[in-house]
């Protein structure tokens, strides 16, 4: 004790730190209950409570659902069970009341008194750090090697008529590649939803024909380039004739120079509404972005919305050679290097294995989270984790995974940017000794690491070439859509009723399908040269003798067929959706039927 009379007053400094004696100020432990998890539970405590702390608890209090009287200063968003997606949430809701916190800020910072504190010492809530970045400098550079004209050329378009060419994100390198290798029979979507009531034809195609002026991403077209660095660029173009079409959705292609259609057509005596278009162009947050903006310009034409957000400053931040070093950087240190002692062969894709488990029994998932001080996705990852280590041959101290992250914790707020901000990256899980609460607090500790601006925007084709490391199975944890009244937002329009493509995805099944790829795009694919093959090509075994170069191969083997597992809490968290997709020469339909059921068992432990 530096301090003989163990019950004298301490002296608490502001956020938690102690100072003694004149030496530098220390984190308080004993005002911390500790937990397994990366947070400690606080031990209550009053005080004032600022403008800004009262601003910030309100928020928080109506995205988790917790009463405003329950949350201390210096309780976690963890323990309120919030996670990176209800960060994107409460980012936004704190900017409309002029509250700047991004999302990356807000989970560094994961108490009120954090948060207030990070605000104050910036001196103004109205602002936060400003990008310096060049982007139209970097964009140039990272482009300058192709020759524009000739794009014009090959995507169908005259030059003048081409609004701005931009790399693509890593995300959506990958999923073209997926999209391609399966001969697009995956990576492209067909969301379709049922109309309420009748539907006036033309303020439909006036609803649609603003969306598309609006958003640049509804005006994109993908083509192929040459290059180590770029191997594909989206180009937009400035006026895109693409009005709605009244015809069968699953009749209507799709392909890199017409990548997005809206369809209406009749199915089984039911109006519906098909969004047909290539992954590459959304994700999980852009889709519904747009639905509830064309539901808004179908309802009210005459509706004001603010200058969309610009996805070309997104793509640049990860192009300019200082974010390529310490991407290398902080990958080679975080995965141990692994020789690949052979270039594997891509399994037969026309048999794929499909099994949707719904509502299995789990523990309480959520109280358990909450309780460590991580997020349920953490602790899901951990269980899964362990399944996955109790059931595949060989046996090993860690697993690794391949991760969707939503990558908008960015320094400028993203919550509404629509266009694919989605990366997929890997994450290392190693055994612990101390159960899963353990692992889950080392799993989101890499969480946060990984999912950091600088870190985030790698490839998988960069993370093969820095450390030898691929992914062949991944992990996506779901979240389940909230209701109008739950998010506190007034229902946008009165166009959809029901999302029938969510209806048909959670059909419960345990099957082997046949999957058609299309040959007219296998055929396109086959015509390009070898070096332009080579650049997306999963599998050697298209290539005849000599094999690939060592540049190509690195592409080859780090968008290999994978096993993807799609997880989502259901009824209060006592139970789980599990689904799981495979080449059946993965993964047998009996194997994943007992990876689910080890996952089940252990998950029914919490």
Known sequence: RIVGDVK??????????????????????TSMAPLNGVAKLPRRRGGEWSATELAIRAVLSQVSKTPEGEIEKDLSIFHLGLDSISAIKVSSLLRRQDVRLTVGEIMKNSSIQEMAALLAQRGDTLSTKVETRDVDAVIAASIAH??????ARDIRVAEGDVEDVIPVSAGQLYMLARWEQTGGAQFEANFQYKLDGAVDGERLEKAWEALTKRHAILRTLFAHVEGEGVRAVQVVVRERKNPVKYDKSTDTPVSLLDPVSLVVEDVEGQKTISLRLLHALYDGISLQLLIQELETLYSNPESAAPPPLSFREFIAGDLDEESRKAQKTLWESYLPRAELTSVPETPDLTRRVEIFKPSVPIGDITSAAKKAGVTVDALLLAAFS????????????ETVIGLYLANRSATTDLSE??????????????????GIADVAAAVQRDLQRLSEVGNVGASLVDVYRWTGRSVGVFVNVLKTSSSDAESGDEKAGELFAESLSEVDMLRPRAEVIGVMPKQELVAGFEKRDERMRGAYLVSSSAFIAPPPPVSMERVLTSYQASVDIELRLVDGGKA?????????????????????????????QL
């Open 8 to 29: 004298a007053e301490t002296i608490v400094a502001t956020q938690g730190q102690v100072a003694l004696c004149g030496l530098p100020p220390f984190v308080d432990e």
């Open 146 to 151: 192709i020759d524009k004209a000739a794009l």
């Open 386 to 397: 362990k399944a996955y280590e109790l059931t595949k041959q060989p046996a090993s101290d």
């Open 417 to 434: 940017l629509v266009a694919p901000t989605l990366n997929l990256l890997p994450l290392r899980i190693q055994s612990a000794q101390g």
């Open 576 to 604: 789980l959706d599990v689904g799981l997709f495979a080449p059946e020469g993965i993964v047998g339909l009996q194997e994943g039927e007992g990876l689910i059921e080890v996952l089940g068992e252990v998950l029914s």
